[in-house]
T-cell receptor, first 112, second 113 residues
Framework: GENVEQHPSTLSVQEGDSAVIKCTYS??????FPWYKQELGKRPQLIID?????GEKKDQRIAVTLNKTAKHFSLHITETQPEDSAVYFC???????????FGAGTTVTVRA | DAGVTQSPTHLIKTRGQQVTLRCSPK?????VSWYQQALGQGPQFIFQ???????QRGNFPDRFSGHQFPNYSSELNVNALLLGDSALYLC????????????FGDGTRLSIL
């Protein structure tokens, strides 16, 4: 099955700096890559997603890039704020497959 | 517009018991997926229901079963509970025509004593 690896497991950044989280996937048939933010005790919330026919997508301070050749995708958060502190999960889904395969998560702490 | 709702919020059971968790999908969604999230890990896919049938199943034993009702709501049943079943159980819904994205509920925290 699909294997998604996520790095780093923890990330501490100064407020205003950028944060980057990287995920790699194993199955070249994967074609959908969402990112979820999960605050303590709350539901995973979809923050951005990208499909394999697009190389980059941006939504305000958040962007995702996809490199299909290398089979990796990354989340970029610019101008980080304390409310960005949370656990971030990447996931991948294959064509004709209904499940999401998740990475292990990255705990992001934004220092004021 | 109500999002995905799950009940109960928390549940405590003992080994060997059975449990039923419930999920109502987001308005307009017809597909329900269930995930298990152990502490400090990413969600793991249990199964997905569409048109009242289990459409795809992850690597979980037969002790885990489910159901989907005509109104698209769903139940997750776990029999013969083990200590290792302690986790957050998340329900996610989506529109099959679109397939993705999946929107999650707040989950049910299940503790096995």
């Amino acid at each position: 099955g699909e294997n998604v690896e996520q790095h780093p497991s923890t990330l501490s950044v100064q407020e205003g700096d950028s944060a980057v989280i990287k995920c790699t996937y194993s199955d070249s048939a994967s074609n959908y890559f969402p990112w979820y933010k999960q605050e303590l005790g709350k539901r995973p919330q979809l923050i951005i997603d990208i499909r394999s026919n697009v190389g980059e997508k941006k939504d305000q301070r958040i962007a995702v890039t996809l490199n299909k050749t290398a089979k990796h995708f990354s989340l970029h958060i610019t101008e980080t704020q304390p409310e960005d502190s949370a656990v971030y999960f990447c996931a991948a889904s294959k064509r004709n497959d209904y499940k999401l395969s998740f990475g292990a998560g990255t705990t992001v702490t934004v220092r004021a | 517009d109500a999002g995905v709702t799950q009940s109960p919020t928390h549940l405590i059971k003992t080994r060997g018991q059975q449990v039923t968790l419930r999920c109502s999908p987001k308005s307009g969604h017809d597909t329900v997926s269930w995930y298990q999230q152990a502490l400090g890990q990413g969600p793991q896919f249990i199964f997905q229901y569409y048109e009242e049938e289990e459409r795809q199943r992850g690597n979980f034993p037969d002790r885990f079963s489910g159901h989907q009702f005509p109104n698209y709501s769903s139940e997750l049943n776990v029999n013969a509970l083990l200590l290792g079943d302690s986790a957050l159980y998340l329900c996610a819904s989506s529109r099959d025509r679109v397939r993705q994205p999946q929107h999650f509920g707040d989950g049910t925290r299940l503790s096995i004593l």
